[in-house]
């Protein structure tokens, strides 16, 4: 099926640094939600976005709706071992309600 | 709230048996619940939406009689992979609609790692 493209694949980040990854697509969504999966378990809804332009903040962790609705955003600040982990976006357009998944950030944490 | 249960977490079973798995919603009604399969280091792949009250929509390529779907209650959905093969194994997700004003959110269960023999 469809996917939207994450960017970067993958990283490894020292422990306190900050984190920045982010999402796009050819489509322009309605609504863009962040997860984050652990091994072995389903994902967890971090963020929700609804409006272009939007800013939402859950602890360290902050997501962007992108002014073109076509990009979103997440940003982890001072990062700690237990942000290890696979982060997916995911966006959904006008008149369906399904939603389509990114292929995934593998999030790394040097401590 | 918003949270989704899965039953069972792990299973092992034999080439050609069937296996049922249970999605539950359990502080939410849920008239939709969608089924996903992911693989090793893999990204989420929709398999089908399952409506409360009517079929499964399948995703294109997906073997609607080897995946019967069931959607039963508000609250709960189950999976049967049937005649299960090797290359079924895999890991089966589940996830929830929640609908709440104009916004419409997914709400993950655990999962259900399945191994065929």
């Known amino acids: 099926g469809q996917q939207l493209n994450q960017s970067p694949q993958s990283m490894f980040i020292q422990e306190g640094e900050d984190v920045s990854m982010n999402c796009t697509s050819s489509?322009?969504?309605?609504?863009w939600l962040w997860y984050k999966q652990d091994p072995g378990e389903g994902p967890v809804l971090l963020i929700a976005?609804?409006?272009?332009?939007e800013l939402t903040s859950n602890g360290r962790l902050t997501a962007q709706f992108g002014i073109t609705r076509k990009d979103s955003f997440l940003n982890i600040s001072a990062s700690i071992p237990s942000d290890v982990g696979i982060y997916f976006c995911a966006g959904r357009t006008s008149g369906t309600y399904k939603y389509i998944f990114g292929t995934g950030t593998r999030l790394k944490v040097l401590a | 709230g918003a949270v989704v249960s899965q039953h069972p977490s792990r299973v092992i079973c034999k080439s050609g048996t069937s296996v049922k798995i249970e999605c539950r919603s359990l502080?939410?009604?849920?008239?939709?619940m969608f089924w996903y399969r992911q693989f090793p280091k893999q990204s989420l792949m929709l398999m089908a939406t399952s409506n409360e009250g009517s079929k499964a929509t399948y995703e294109q390529g997906v073997e609607k009689d080897k995946f019967l779907i069931n959607h039963a209650s508000l609250t709960l959905s189950t999976l049967t992979v049937t005649s299960a093969h090797p290359e079924d194994s895999s890991f089966y997700i589940c996830?929830?609609?929640?609908?709440?004003?104009?916004?419409?959110?997914?709400?993950f269960g655990p999962g259900t790692r399945l191994t065929v023999t």
């Open positions: 996830s929830a609609r929640l609908i709440s004003g104009r916004a419409y959110e997914q709400y």
């Open positions: 489509s322009i969504f309605n609504t």
């Open positions: 976005l609804y409006k272009a332009g």
């Open positions: 502080d939410f009604q849920a008239t939709t």
